[in-house]
């Protein structure tokens, strides 16, 4: 009578653990981090970048631009100079770049008329920007409108925290349902520079993707900011072998592995210094039977790389990393994959995962019956 009560008792156990994993998708989690064997710090190489107004060389287009609300009443308005303008409606606006405590301001007159009969903007509105930030709008700051919407802006003189840079953007201005208006501002241009090793030359294109003008999302750690790599055959670019990395990302070059160290404010100097590694290590079991899962297969991305590998008979995997940001995922056949989990591995460091696979036609509806 005793050991069939320890029989049920274990029976019971067994039901309520398959109960919760048939409830269970598959899944991966991070067991442990820790740091490993220090190694040699990699050396640093510097890049000198220069400004280039024109991308449409390198094949690069840019996304919708940032917005901002154009008003009739600013508080610097009675500051500024403005050319004597004849026009149907003033209005005014300030555009952050660089130093965030000077605007660039803009001001935009619109003639008579300039509304068509649908309601959208007409050609012949001028804008005026200060580009040099004396606070005076001169007649050479002065641009018309050529086509109904969008006017091109070349050599604005972009403030930093350290000296000035060149800026270039295109202006379109949208009159919005409710009546008011907006100026929408794209920039058109980058830095630029050459990176040479082992004999091979790439060519070097920092993107200010914030659209402020500083290239501080590094040090800032919002890594919005790309560089595109292009490589370079027999001098000409190679436009097939492109690839745009988040300036907090590692970047492959010549089958060697990168992480950037600095970003000067205006994006005139770049260092990059080669990557340090880590470790990836886990185990991949069977939700249902808690065994071993032999071969199942390990997707590993990065911007610059995917990996492929395999579990071993005892399921477990492990591959060496450069240090950076990836995307793991873990599928098999007759198991639900797991989603894509991400997971940032730092130089010196280990990361032990462990990962669960639940077997295709297993899965049940919550509080239904596991027989």
């Known amino acids: 009578m005793k050991n069939l009560l320890i029989l049920l008792f274990i029976l019971s ?9 048939f ?16 190694e040699k710090a990699g050396k640093e190489y510097t890049v000198n970048l220069k400004y280039t107004p024109y991308l449409e060389k390198y094949r690069i287009f840019w996304h919708s631009g940032e917005i901002i609300y154009l008003k009739n009443d600013i508080q610097w308005k009675n500051k500024v100079k403005i050319p ?20 660039l301001k803009v001001v935009v007159f619109f003639p008579h008329g300039f509304l068509s009969k649908d309601g959208l903007l007409a050609e ?10 004396d606070d005076v709008f001169e007649e050479k700051e002065g641009y018309i409108c050529k086509n109904p919407y969008k006017v091109m802006i070349d050599n604005i003189d972009v403030l930093y925290r350290k000296g000035r840079g060149k800026y270039r953007m295109s202006i379109q201005i949208l009159r919005q349902k409710g009546g008011y208006y907006t100026l929408s501002y794209t920039r058109r241009c980058g830095m630029e520079g050459m990176f040479s090793i082992n004999g091979k030359k790439y060519s070097f294109v920092l993107l200010d993707e914030g659209q402020n003008g500083l290239y501080n999302d590094f040090e800032k750690g919002y890594g919005q900011d790309k560089l595109v790599v292009i490589p370079l055959k027999e001098g000409i670019l190679d436009f097939d072998g492109m690839k745009a990395y988040p300036v907090d990302g590692t970047i492959l070059l010549d089958n060697s592995f990168f992480k950037i160290s600095y970003i000067s404010e205006d994006g005139s100097i770049l260092k990059l210094k080669k990557a340090g590694y880590g470790l990836i290590e ?30 071993d008979r005892k399921g477990k995997f492990s591959i060496r990393l450069p240090e950076g940001n990836y995307r793991l995922a873990v599928l098999s056949d007759n198991y639900l994959p797991t989603p894509y989990f991400d997971v940032e591995i730092g130089e010196n460091e280990k990361i032990i995962f462990k990962v669960g696979l639940l077997p295709l036609g297993k899965r049940i509806k919550k509080n239904e019956n596991v027989w």
């Open 124 to 133: 012949g509105y001028k804008i005026y920007i200060d580009k040099d930030y």
């Open 282 to 311: 886990g185990y991949v079991e069977d939700l249902i039977k808690s065994i071993p899962v032999e071969r199942a297969k390990i997707v590993i991305k990065s911007k610059a790389k995917t990996y492929f590998l395999r579990t």
């Open 13 to 21: 156990v067994n039901f309520i653990l398959a109960r919760e994993n």
């Open 23 to 38: 409830n269970k998708d598959s899944y991966i989690e991070i067991v442990k981090r820790e740091k490993i064997g220090k």
């Open 84 to 103: 004597s303008e004849k026009s149907r409606l003033t209005l005014w606006g300030e555009i952050y770049l660089g130093n965030k405590g000077i605007p």
